[in-house]
């Protein structure tokens, strides 16, 4: 390549001039132009987890039922009766911001396919979405296209999208966030990993042609935004959900045909990722000829096949006496399937085209991108107690519950179809969705949570209590927690304060990881999530899995009766800070810096858990809700609004920091009136503070509160819906 070239070239495909000499001093030689290509791809962060990789492996993530901790497609976890559960949440914020309903819709493609690659068949999709303030002009733009894009791809493809996140604030208005998570199941000795076998074994190209969309996706996704972000659309793939449903179906049938040893789903950087790291794995070399290839346009070039990321595409180690076999079986589903190489001995990866070696270079050369500690540094808050202005319980409660951040979500969820399967068996809008296994009564329960104030105010504590929160989604329905997998989004990673932020997000990971025993068994770090040197706040995304013996005992917040007595477990000390309630007063964006987050006591959650679990197998309880943003009142009012049932106050206090502070480890349960006894005896064993807050009563549409003040339910199920019309 000459000269005059190279540093347009280099920029372009986001190498830096130092990364540029680098691979010159590796190979003793000037790289070619595809030699590039390979670099920028497996060097950039999105690929080599250059920024992360230090702290991430100080991680937990082993226990006697995990199969398959982080390093492969996705983490896999033994949930019993020989069952195996699959599951990974991705980032996809780049493209969407980009072109928000392709952008969406190949962030489910794309984690689905890591599932059924591993031999699972998936089961539940889940998102969690952050957007821009809904007073910003590109909102309502975005907020469609990515929530479409979403529904689209997973009613498409016949899988029910289950549970999610959704949230408005103006730190993301130049950079929304879109997280995908699936979950997937297979039995234990039917799991398939990203494997090469031994040298002879054929490398198969599986789906659809490659096409030039998405070439330098994962170099863009490496990178911050600027004002000439929209010209990246062409580097943001297009799905085809249909595609995505024959590869599934063909690969889950070739597996039955013993003939696969190992497969790679091309995501970020295409068949350049899934080549590299298919063969690297097994400490073995590739050789491919890309004019086998399947292509939609024939004059690409080696460099755009090789960075190519065109969806529903898989590669494939298949045994050479079973090439047969896998073909007719990719026919008969309407697929491409193309033999383009093998595995070989030298521990190289050789690319020819039309002919010609575009490519040598020793694997470990591009699996070896240089491994950064960065330096950073750690903001604290300076705490200021605050003084709230005086209004009516009633007033406050219509003010969070106008808040777009803790609104009903039907607009988003009605566009998915969460009971396709007829597996799922809990409604949408609950503390955990529920998806059978078929196997007797067992089922898996799974959830997602991120508080994004709590994290800005402090990284740790605020990711502490994320896990925490999951643990308590999981526990409410009578999961028995097992495992979680996180999609760690944040800024720029060159700042000293944003690597902070992500170190202390990390430590409090491993400590609250370790307390509530939930190995992170996969994950995800999206870093450069700024625009224009604004970074959004950090938002670990916590994606949690837990199993359920029985589902036929499971609760959920609305699964009470009339007459019912409504009691309050945990004890509540009233912290207001970085809550709900204070927003209603403050701008947050203006008192963050003086906030903190409540702090979660882990053992107490641990003690907790064990009898809230104890009393859901009994039967004891007849509904349990987690009480987390807006506190015990709102948390109240929201199981009143899903079974559109009022409650008849008694002994509740009118202190404020007692109704709306978010302080954790606190479930609110439903009780029998026979089972009260009981129930507190157990409690009271426990050394478990309670207190009974009411009766559920169908003659109450009317909430009266203790200072006076009163709401009609059906008002209140209005003003959760007043966002809509914004979007």
């Given at each position: 390549m000459k000269n005059k070239y190279i540093i347009n070239y280099i920029k372009q495909i986001g190498l830096s001039k130092e990364d540029y000499q680098e691979c010159k001093s590796l190979l003793r030689r000037d790289p070619l132009k595809t030699e590039l290509a390979l670099f920028s791809a497996m060097w950039s962060e999105h690929c080599s987890y250059k920024s992360s990789k230090y702290w991430l492996k100080k991680l937990p993530h082993q226990a006697n039922y995990v199969i398959q901790g982080p390093g492969e497609n996705a983490g896999v976890i033994d949930i019993g009766s020989n069952n195996a559960i699959v599951f990974k949440i991705e980032s996809h914020n780049h493209p969407s911001f980009i072109e928000p309903y392709q952008g969406a819709a190949t962030g489910v493609g794309g984690i689905m396919r890591d599932i059924f690659t591993m031999g699972a068949r998936p089961i539940a999709n889940l998102n969690c979405l952050r957007f821009g303030s809904l007073e910003n002009k590109k909102t309502k733009y975005l907020f469609n296209g990515v929530v479409s894009g979403v529904g689209d791809y997973g009613n498409c493809t016949g899988i029910p999208t289950v549970a999610g996140e959704c949230s408005f604030d103006s730190r993301y208005n130049e950079n929304i966030l879109v997280n995908a998570m699936t979950v997937g199941i297979t039995k234990k000795n039917k799991i398939f990993y990203a494997k090469a076998g031994k040298p002879g074994n054929k490398v198969v190209y599986v789906g659809s042609k490659t096409g030039r969309d998405g070439i330098h996706g994962a170099s863009m996704s490496s990178e911050a935004f600027s004002e000439k972000s929209e010209s990246l659309k062409p580097t943001v793939q297009v799905g085809d959900p249909f595609s995505e449903k024959l590869l599934m179906e063909a690969c889950l049938e070739l597996m039955n045909y013993n003939s696969i040893i190992g497969l790679q789903d091309m995501g970020a950087a295409g068949l350049t990722s899934s080549a590299v790291e298919i063969a690297a794995a097994s400490k073995l070399g590739i050789k491919l000829n890309l004019d086998r290839v399947p292509l939609r346009d024939g004059k690409m070039s080696a460099d755009e096949i090789m960075l190519s990321e065109s969806q529903e595409r898989m590669l494939m180690i298949i045994k050479p006496e079973k090439l047969n076999i896998a073909k007719k079986i990719f026919e008969k589903w309407g697929l491409s399937f193309s033999s383009i190489g093998e595995i070989t001995n030298n521990p190289n990866?050789?690319?020819?085209?039309?002919?010609?070696?575009?490519?040598?270079?020793?694997?470990?050369?591009?699996?070896?991108?240089?491994?950064y500690r960065r330096p950073f540094i750690i903001n604290r808050n300076i705490y200021t107690n605050k003084a709230y202005p005086k209004k009516t319980i009633a007033d406050i409660v219509k003010k969070i519950f106008n808040d777009s951040n803790l609104s009903y979500r039907e607009l988003i969820w009605e566009q998915y179809d969460h009971m396709i399967t007829r597996d799922v068996i809990s409604k949408m809008g609950g503390n955990a969705s529920i998806i059978k296994t078929n196997d007797k009564y067992q089922a898996i329960a799974t959830t997602t949570d991120c508080n994004i104030?709590?994290?800005?105010?402090?990284?740790?504590?605020?990711?502490?209590?994320?896990?925490?929160?999951?643990?308590?989604?999981?526990v409410s329905v009578g999961a028995r927690p097992l495992a979680i997998t996180n999609c760690l989004n944040f800024g720029n990673p060159e700042k000293k304060e944003i690597m902070g932020q992500f170190v202390q997000t990390i430590k409090g990971m491993k400590i609250a990881s370790k307390k509530l025993s939930l190995p992170i068994v996969s994950g995800n770090v999206s870093f450069y999530n700024e625009t224009n040197n604004r970074s959004i706040p950090p938002t670990p995304q916590i994606g949690a899995v837990g199993v359920i013996n029985d589902y036929r005992k499971t609760k959920s917040l609305s699964s009470f009766y009339n007459n019912d007595f409504l009691?309050?477990?945990?004890?509540?000390?009233?912290?207001?800070?970085?809550?709900?309630?204070?927003?209603?007063?403050?701008?947050?964006?203006k008192t963050k810096s003086t906030s903190m987050p409540p702090v979660t006591d882990l053992d107490l959650e641990v003690k907790m858990s064990k009898v809230i679990l104890y009393l859901i197998k009994k039967s004891l309880i007849t509904a349990c809700h987690d009480v987390s943003d807006g506190g015990i009142l709102i948390s109240v009012l929201e199981m009143c609004l899903a079974k559109k049932i009022g409650l008849n106050f008694s002994n509740l206090s009118s202190n404020h920091k007692y109704?709306?502070?978010?302080?954790?480890?606190?479930?609110?349960?439903?009780?029998?009136?026979?089972?009260?006894?009981e129930v507190c005896k157990i409690l009271n064993k426990n050394d478990i503070k309670h207190k009974k807050l009411g009766i559920f009563s169908n003659k109450h549409p009317?909430?009266?509160?203790?200072?006076?003040?009163?709401?009609?339910?059906?008002?209140?199920?209005?003003?959760?819906?007043i966002w809509e019309k914004k979007v």
């Open positions: 990866i050789k690319i020819s085209f039309k002919k010609k070696v575009v490519a040598d270079i020793p694997l470990e050369f591009l699996t070896s991108a240089k491994t104030f709590y994290c800005d105010t402090d990284p740790y504590l605020g990711v502490i209590q994320a896990i925490s929160e999951s643990f308590r989604n999981l009691y309050i477990i945990g004890e509540t000390k009233g912290h207001l800070s970085s809550s709900a309630y204070e927003r209603c007063f403050f701008d947050f964006s109704l709306f502070g978010e302080d954790q480890s606190r479930y609110l349960v439903a009780i029998n009136k026979s089972k009260i006894k009317i909430l009266l509160f203790p200072d006076k003040s009163s709401i009609k339910l059906n008002d209140l199920s209005f003003s959760r819906k």
